[in-house]
T-cell receptor, first 114, second 108 residues
Framework: DTAVSQTPKYLVTQMGNDKSIKCEQN?????MYWYKQDSKKFLKIMFS???????INETVPNRFSPKSPDKAHLNLHINSLELGDSAVYFC?????????????FGEGSWLTVV | DAKTTQPPSMDCAEGRAANLPCNHS???????VYWYRQIHSQGPQYIIH???NNETNEMASLIITEDRKSSTLILPHATLRDTAVYYC?????????FGAGTRLTVKP
């Protein structure tokens, strides 16, 4: 069983379109995240949600809107896609368990905007 | 945003120990040091973390200096599959800021 799963794995779309990336975790974690890794390979946090509430909202365009229907899911919706949105998007989840507080990442969703 | 400094790249011979350094001179008293790695654009994988004591698990050892301003990740017997980018991160685990990391290449 995949702990953190994202769909789709690959997505090619045209500028101006609206698309969503879905994420699900089966670890029972309370906190979920979206990270973006650009062409220069820098991995940056975009959002984090704890029990369906937004905790971290970095400076990303408001075309990006996370949605958490329940604590096992955190979807990323992107409106009016631009060329610069091309990147790999990683979903992640975590739970504080005493000192065993770690983040588990999904395998990534490769978004290409043409 | 990253609070750490790592060499951009390192090489290691297969079967030898790989020692990856990290400087985190501005670490505060309650911040942990975390190590993750990313193999060929897969999702980052947790390796180990520590506060002030040295730590060891099945993957690696973490040595933290007494003043906590630097640390070293040790892969005791590196294999070709350990070729990856290794990230040293300092901060709260629920707000991890990744730097550029060290690209470790294990050579036969």
């Amino acid at each position: 069983d995949t702990a953190v799963s994202q769909t789709p794995k690959y997505l090619v779309t045209q500028m101006g379109n609206d698309k969503s990336i879905k994420c699900e975790q089966n670890l029972g974690h309370d906190t979920m995240y979206w990270y973006k890794q650009d062409s220069k390979k820098f991995l940056k946090i975009m959002f984090s949600y704890n029990n369906k509430e937004l905790i971290i909202n970095e400076t990303v365009p408001n075309r990006f809107s996370p949605k958490s229907p329940d604590k096992a899911h955190l979807n990323l919706h992107i409106n009016s896609l631009e060329l610069g949105d091309s990147a790999v998007y990683f979903c992640a989840s975590s739970q504080v368990l005493g000192a065993r507080n770690t983040i588990y990442f999904g395998e990534g969703s490769w978004l290409t905007v043409v | 945003d990253a609070k750490t400094t790592q060499p951009p790249s390192m090489d290691c011979a297969e079967g030898r120990a790989a020692n990856l350094p990290c400087n985190h001179s501005t670490i505060s008293g309650n911040e942990y040091v975390y190590w993750y790695r990313q193999i060929h654009s897969q999702g980052p994988q947790y390796i180990i973390h520590g506060l002030k004591n040295n730590e060891t698990n099945e993957m690696a050892s973490l040595i933290i200096t007494e003043d906590r301003k630097s640390s070293t990740l040790i892969l005791p017997h590196a294999t070709l599959r350990d070729t990856a980018v290794y990230y040293c991160i300092v901060g709260p685990f629920d707000d991890m800021r990744f730097g550029a990391g060290t690209r470790l290449t294990v050579k036969p």
